[in-house]
């Protein structure tokens, strides 16, 4: 992928947690904590996830950075989206987690060289992952996301 490609899903990092915001600003407290859909997370489930999940994704995107082919640790995001704080009504808090997340993770990525772009990291589950399919695969995570959230609101109406 060349820089020019790149920046298009960076663009998309940066603004992520503002779409976010929107899409779920205006949502209830019943809305976000409603079990509309059998087997789906509450939209704040999924906001909380989202905040989890990014971190974790940021995390390993800076060990690929600093480590060489280091192996990352998986987690159980569904285990992790059944603590207390995880299933709360409060999602302000993970917000402004993704906010700054995603502000870093930007920069970050903006001054990447390719070959930095190229460098992997091992994850028991999935296999080899570079930086560059981290950035994909999170901007594709997002998006999935935030289809999933408009799904459960649109079956609570």
Excluded: C
Excluded at 24 to 31: H, I, S, W, Y
Excluded at 43 to 66: E, N, S, T
Excluded at 71 to 90: G, H, I
Excluded at 142 to 156: C, D, P, R, V
């Amino acid at each position: 992928m060349t820089p020019e490609e790149r920046q298009p899903l960076i663009a998309k990092i940066r603004s992520f947690p503002d779409v976010l915001e929107l899409t779920v600003r205006n949502m209830t407290p019943e809305q976000l904590t409603a079990e509309a859909l059998p087997g789906e997370w509450t939209i704040a489930q999924v906001v909380h996830h989202l905040a989890d999940a990014h971190m974790h994704a940021y995390a390993r995107f800076k060990h690929i950075q600093v480590e060489d082919y280091p192996t990352f640790k998986p987690y159980e995001q569904t285990d992790w989206a059944e603590t207390p704080e995880a299933r709360d009504l409060n999602i302000a808090d993970s917000l402004a987690i993704l906010r700054g997340l995603h502000h870093r993770w930007a920069r970050l990525m903006e001054s990447l060289t390719d070959e930095q772009w190229a460098r992997k990291g091992l994850h028991p589950d999935l296999g080899e992952i570079s930086a560059e399919g981290l950035l994909i695969g999170y901007v594709n995570h997002s998006q999935n996301h935030l289809l999933q959230i408009g799904k459960t609101y649109e079956a609570l109406k």
